[in-house]
């Protein structure tokens, strides 16, 4: 799982508008005439947009939720082929109602079915933008374009594919910050195309889709209301519309484990809610709030919530964990290995003030580290041992990883590294809680040294559970890497508030022994502060 930091203002974004041939031609029939929005008097005139505009999603402090289920949805269509399709399907006897923005029904079926359309615009549209990037994750990407902020630059996150930072044309440099300059005279769009038994019709969306019994979805159902709309790059998403507190049924089972105690659900799902609320704009600017896999939270089927999940979150309801009166970074982890992370050892940001390195375990495992653990040695030894610590039965608290050559190489020419095999590998630096914040892999053939810093470690070696490790040879052109714990290691570890609860500890001890000097409270939507919803 990924996360960001708390941001108390959510960013208000521009319309940008691009206006869809309503003529469609052949083979398609158009069953609507585009609507042309009109800016908000507060919208900024943009010369040069960056990119194509998406109107906000409401404020998830109104405590609903727009969630992408799937997204990049018709990229790779061609003119004269589609790209895959999106079938829905009920889960039950009613039929699938597919509205149109209006409200208006398009079409009731068991089964819709999508495919995709290039659709020419009457008048090409002109886009120019500096972009930063790629990024291992959302948190290193808002650090980049909170300093652009600080200097006057509207700079937004983007997931185009990874996360990258758009700014405006004339956005000045950022030191130690490489950047590109890209233009686009964009004259065609995607659009879905509604697949029937004498052919397709041509949709102009958003578009809503109502499920009386429930939609199916990766092996499960979900209730909806569902949202199929137009994103930034010029694809789809699908998306869900749920109360936060149905989210969270929907998260808990999945992040924790539907059976951990009472004291670790009800903990989960105070961090769960937090984190919702806290960064519901990590997706701004393609018009949702959250995705549901690990770079967000993982949401699935809520069914899978047990009679215990379900009284967690209702033991916890509206209750989130605040710092200065504003939900906290909640971030977690499956589990830390014994040691708890800064914020900073796993991703270049700010540091957080209610985390901390810590020796995660009983007083005789404190006792027996060194903190900081700066060396190689000190890790080491860490690795050796466990007895005492809090979750050490996780079964990656300690663990092993080989690479070879050709294998670092590889993961390297994914990365966009070229393919040079590395010759030797080295820790370059440690955080205090002796976690890898920069590793260098020589190469041969004269290729110049890589250096993976922070979160682009895993990011690159994605068969390393976590940066809390010691690597050595093992012969010719073989590493292996010995570590503990998965996952960034900053915050609560399930495995940890498992073990705690088990032990009798409340949720709200455990909460303050990863967060300390946090507030468990309700937190109240400030006066004012919902926008009007999307159209």
């Given at each position: 799982?990924?996360?960001?930091?708390?941001?108390?203002?959510?960013?208000?974004?521009?319309?940008?508008?691009?206006?869809?041939?309503?003529?469609?031609?052949?083979?398609?029939?158009?069953?609507?005439?585009?609507?042309?929005?009109?800016?908000?008097?507060?919208?900024?005139?943009?010369?040069?947009?960056?990119?194509?505009?998406?109107?906000?999603?409401?404020?998830?402090?109104?405590?609903?939720?727009?969630?992408?289920?799937?997204?990049?949805?018709?990229v790779g269509t061609r003119p004269d082929r589609s790209a895959a399709q999106l079938t829905l399907i009920s889960a039950g006897a009613a039929p699938l109602q597919l509205r149109d923005r209006t409200g208006k029904l398009v079409s009731s079926a068991d089964r819709l079915r999508f495919s995709w359309r290039l659709v020419a615009l009457p008048e090409p549209l002109d886009v120019a933008r500096r972009v930063a990037g790629p990024f291992a994750s959302f948190e290193s990407a808002d650090q980049i374009a909170q300093r652009w902020g600080a200097q006057g630059v509207k700079a937004q996150v983007a997931h185009p594919g990874e996360w990258e930072v758009w700014a405006p044309a004339d956005a000045q440099d950022l030191s130690g910050v490489s950047l590109r300059d890209v233009s686009e005279r964009i004259s065609s769009v995607v659009m879905p195309v509604l697949e029937g038994p004498t052919g397709g019709r041509t949709l102009q969306g958003p578009l809503q889709v109502q499920a009386s019994d429930g939609m199916r979805w990766k092996g499960g159902v979900l209730r909806g209301p569902f949202r199929l709309q137009a994103d930034a790059y010029g694809s789809w998403t699908l998306l869900e519309k749920l109360p936060l507190e149905r989210y969270l049924e929907g998260v808990v089972p999945h992040e924790i484990g539907a059976g951990s105690p009472a004291a670790a659900l009800q903990a989960q799902a105070v961090l769960a809610r937090t984190w919702a609320l806290a960064n519901s704009h990590r997706f701004a600017l393609d018009g949702y709030h959250l995705c549901s896999d690990t770079q967000c939270q993982v949401y699935s089927d809520p069914r899978m919530a047990s009679p215990s999940v379900r009284q967690a979150i209702r033991a916890t309801a509206g209750e989130v964990l605040l710092w200065d009166g504003q939900p906290i970074h909640a971030v977690y982890h499956a589990t830390n290995g014994g040691v708890s992370a800064h914020a900073e050892e796993a991703w270049d940001m700010e540091p957080l003030p209610y985390v901390r390195v810590q020796a995660d375990g009983l007083s005789s495992w404190g006792q027996s580290l060194s903190l900081p653990l700066s060396s190689n040695q000190g890790v080491q030894s860490l690795l050796k041992g466990g007895d005492g610590a809090y979750g050490a039965g996780h079964p990656r608290f300690r663990w092993s990883r080989v690479y070879t050559a050709g294998q670092l190489g590889q993961a390297l020419a994914a990365a966009g590294q070229g393919n040079a095999a590395p010759t030797s590998i080295s820790v370059q630096k440690r955080g205090p809680s002796g976690?890898?914040?920069?590793?260098?892999?020589?190469r041969d053939r004269g290729a110049a040294p890589v250096v993976l810093k922070l979160d682009a470690i895993r990011r690159t070696l994605r068969r390393l559970p976590s940066t809390l490790f010691v690597v050595e040879a093992e012969g010719a052109g073989v590493w292996r890497f010995r570590g503990g714990g998965f996952g960034h290691g900053v915050g609560l570890s399930q495995a940890g508030a498992i073990d705690l609860a088990d032990r009798g500890w409340s949720a709200q001890r455990i909460l303050q022994h990863y967060y300390p000097g946090t507030q468990l409270g309700p937190f109240t939507v400030p006066a004012g502060s919902v926008p009007a919803e999307a159209p």
């Amino acid at each position: 799982m990924s996360r960001s930091a708390p941001d108390a203002v959510f960013r208000l974004l521009p319309w940008i508008w691009l206006p869809v041939c309503a003529a469609l031609g052949c083979q398609a029939e158009v069953i609507e005439q585009q609507v042309i929005e009109q800016p908000s008097p507060q919208s900024e005139v943009v010369a040069v947009p960056t990119h194509r505009g998406v109107p906000l999603p409401p404020s998830a402090r109104n405590s609903v939720l727009w969630v992408s289920l799937d997204d990049h949805l018709g990229v790779g269509t061609r003119p004269d082929r589609s790209a895959a399709q999106l079938t829905l399907i009920s889960a039950g006897a009613a039929p699938l109602q597919l509205r149109d923005r209006t409200g208006k029904l398009v079409s009731s079926a068991d089964r819709l079915r999508f495919s995709w359309r290039l659709v020419a615009l009457p008048e090409p549209l002109d886009v120019a933008r500096r972009v930063a990037g790629p990024f291992a994750s959302f948190e290193s990407a808002d650090q980049i374009a909170q300093r652009w902020g600080a200097q006057g630059v509207k700079a937004q996150v983007a997931h185009p594919g990874e996360w990258e930072v758009w700014a405006p044309a004339d956005a000045q440099d950022l030191s130690g910050v490489s950047l590109r300059d890209v233009s686009e005279r964009i004259s065609s769009v995607v659009m879905p195309v509604l697949e029937g038994p004498t052919g397709g019709r041509t949709l102009q969306g958003p578009l809503q889709v109502q499920a009386s019994d429930g939609m199916r979805w990766k092996g499960g159902v979900l209730r909806g209301p569902f949202r199929l709309q137009a994103d930034a790059y010029g694809s789809w998403t699908l998306l869900e519309k749920l109360p936060l507190e149905r989210y969270l049924e929907g998260v808990v089972p999945h992040e924790i484990g539907a059976g951990s105690p009472a004291a670790a659900l009800q903990a989960q799902a105070v961090l769960a809610r937090t984190w919702a609320l806290a960064n519901s704009h990590r997706f701004a600017l393609d018009g949702y709030h959250l995705c549901s896999d690990t770079q967000c939270q993982v949401y699935s089927d809520p069914r899978m919530a047990s009679p215990s999940v379900r009284q967690a979150i209702r033991a916890t309801a509206g209750e989130v964990l605040l710092w200065d009166g504003q939900p906290i970074h909640a971030v977690y982890h499956a589990t830390n290995g014994g040691v708890s992370a800064h914020a900073e050892e796993a991703w270049d940001m700010e540091p957080l003030p209610y985390v901390r390195v810590q020796a995660d375990g009983l007083s005789s495992w404190g006792q027996s580290l060194s903190l900081p653990l700066s060396s190689n040695q000190g890790v080491q030894s860490l690795l050796k041992g466990g007895d005492g610590a809090y979750g050490a039965g996780h079964p990656r608290f300690r663990w092993s990883r080989v690479y070879t050559a050709g294998q670092l190489g590889q993961a390297l020419a994914a990365a966009g590294q070229g393919n040079a095999a590395p010759t030797s590998i080295s820790v370059q630096k440690r955080g205090p809680s002796g976690r890898v914040l920069s590793l260098e892999l020589d190469r041969d053939r004269g290729a110049a040294p890589v250096v993976l810093k922070l979160d682009a470690i895993r990011r690159t070696l994605r068969r390393l559970p976590s940066t809390l490790f010691v690597v050595e040879a093992e012969g010719a052109g073989v590493w292996r890497f010995r570590g503990g714990g998965f996952g960034h290691g900053v915050g609560l570890s399930q495995a940890g508030a498992i073990d705690l609860a088990d032990r009798g500890w409340s949720a709200q001890r455990i909460l303050q022994h990863y967060y300390p000097g946090t507030q468990l409270g309700p937190f109240t939507v400030p006066a004012g502060s919902v926008p009007a919803e999307a159209p």
